[in-house]
């Protein structure tokens, strides 16, 4: 379960990092795993079919160490939404600076177009299966972004970048986010964040999942759920190249 000081800061920041969610040991072998898998699946995988994705994912996302989690933030029970798996490749020349690609870069942006207050009953976790930091691909917190943000906004579920407009109303508190496999971080439906390109030399991998509370998130000053249930949901998965 989350302390009652990293759900202050969850609600108050709009998200918390790192939070334990598996032995060092056991995220590198889902890398070793996923890569292998990547071998064989991944031409299907973009293609949208993502049986054997989802098959491997899917005790990730219910993990209980997870579930008990997010589920002081969200209230008794939660279902999974949709998970998401980036892969950046990596953007550094082997040799010389000179010949390095530009790096891929993912511009500020929320993960739900919904207005207040359904935001408040979705969150993000993400947990990088190699160590994360703002030069291999990092994500970028803006801190209180998620109160900062206009209510109503011409966000659609396929378009949530926030505009340059927007974004320079904001006080842009930047927190980059550094993680060690074994680690993730939470974030709130309405955290603006970014990323980086990958200057590492080996692609980063990260998995975005997201869930929804089904019923009202949990105020700091309120207890923790004894027992947290998971609803089951036919959620979707996909791959994503960048």
């Known amino acids: 379960m989350l302390t009652p000081e990293q759900r202050q800061a969850y609600w108050e920041d709009g998200f918390i990092f790192p939070v334990d969610v598996a032995s060092p040991e056991e995220v590198n072998q889902w890398y070793t795993e996923l890569v292998a898998m990547r071998e064989q699946h991944e031409e ?24 008990e989690q997010i589920g002081s933030l969200l209230g008794p029970k939660v279902q999974v939404q949709n998970v998401d798996v980036f892969v950046k490749k990596p953007m550094s020349g082997w040799f010389w600076p000179w010949s390095r690609r530009s790096a891929q870069t993912i511009r500020p942006h929320v993960d739900t177009h919904f207005p207040p207050p ?26 209180r972004s998620h109160r900062e943000l206009p209510d109503e906004l011409p966000l659609r579920p396929e378009m949530v970048s926030i505009s340059d407009e927007v974004f320079q109303t904001l006080s842009k508190k930047e927190t980059p986010v550094r993680l060690v496999p074994g680690q993730m971080s939470v974030h709130h439906g309405r955290m603006v964040h970014s990323s980086g390109g990958n200057w590492g030399r080996k692609p980063r991998i ?3 999942i997201r869930y929804q509370g089904l019923g009202e998130p949990l105020s700091p000053n309120l207890p923790t759920p004894a027992d947290i249930q998971m609803a089951e949901r036919d959620f979707p998965v996909s791959w994503r190249n960048c």
């Open 44 to 67: 299907a995988w973009v293609a949208g079919e993502v049986g054997t994705l989802k098959q491997w994912l899917a005790p990730i996302a219910e993990r209980r160490s997870i579930i």
């Open 206 to 208: 990260a998995l975005a």
């Open 118 to 143: 359904e935001p408040e009953r979705r969150i993000t976790i993400w947990i990088p299966l190699a160590k994360a930091k703002p030069s291999h691909g990092g994500l970028v917190y803006f801190a």
